[in-house]
C-alpha cells in the first residue's frame, strides 16, 4: 500500500454506542440525522455510525482536523441533559471509569489516538445524559427529547469547524 492514499475529509462525526441498549443508542440515532443534514458536504464532513466497534475505529479518527464524537455520557445530570466537551476535557470526563455501556468510549478512543500521535487538532464531544442503559430498543422520553438540542449543538460545532478550515 502507498503513503499517497487521499486525504479523508477534513471533518469526522462519530456517533458511538449500543442501540440494543436503549439510550446508549443516542449516537447511532443522532449520526443518522446529521448525515441527512450534511449528505451534499462529503468532501468537508464525514458522518459515521461507529456503534460499538471501540478501537477498531482509531484508523478512521487518524488525518483528521476535527473529531466530533455523539455519545451517550454519564456525568450526574438529569436524564436528556446536553453537554458538550472539548480537547482535554474529554479525555479527563471518560478515560478514568467507562460511562457507556459499550467498549472504546470517546475517552479511550482518543487517549489511544493521542498515543498514536493521530489525534485531530479539534476534538469535541456532545453527549446526552441517559435515563435507562438496559435491554431494549427504543431511546427513553427525556433523551428523545433532548435530540433537537443535541443535534442544533452539534451542527452549530461542525459549521464553526468548517468555517476555520476555509479560512486556514
Do not use: W
Not at 9 to 20: K, S
Request: proline residues 5%.
Amino acid at each position: 500500500m502507498s503513503g499517497s492514499a487521499e486525504a479523508p475529509p477534513p471533518v469526522l462525526v462519530l456517533g458511538l454506542g449500543n442501540e440494543l441498549l436503549g439510550d446508549d443508542g443516542f449516537g447511532p440515532v443522532l449520526i443518522r440525522e446529521i448525515e441527512r443534514k450534511y449528505e451534499e458536504s462529503a468532501s468537508e464532513v464525514e458522518c459515521l455510525d461507529g456503534g460499538t466497534q471501540g478501537l477498531a475505529l482509531l484508523g478512521r479518527i487518524s488525518r483528521r482536523k476535527a473529531l466530533i464524537i455523539l455519545d451517550a455520557v454519564m456525568t450526574g445530570q438529569a436524564p436528556g441533559t446536553v453537554s458538550v466537551f472539548s480537547g482535554d476535557d474529554i479525555f479527563l470526563k471518560s478515560s478514568h471509569r467507562s460511562t457507556t455501556a459499550h467498549e472504546g468510549n470517546a475517552g479511550e478512543l482518543i487517549a489511544a489516538s493521542r498515543l498514536l500521535q493521530e489525534l485531530p487538532e479539534q476534538i469535541f464531544l456532545v453527549g446526552m445524559e441517559p435515563e435507562t442503559v438496559c435491554t431494549r430498543l427504543g431511546l427513553s422520553q427525556p433523551v428523545e427529547d433532548g435530540l433537537p438540542l443535541a443535534l442544533e449543538r452539534a451542527c452549530r460545532l461542525i459549521e464553526s469547524v468548517r468555517r476555520e478550515l476555509t479560512t486556514i
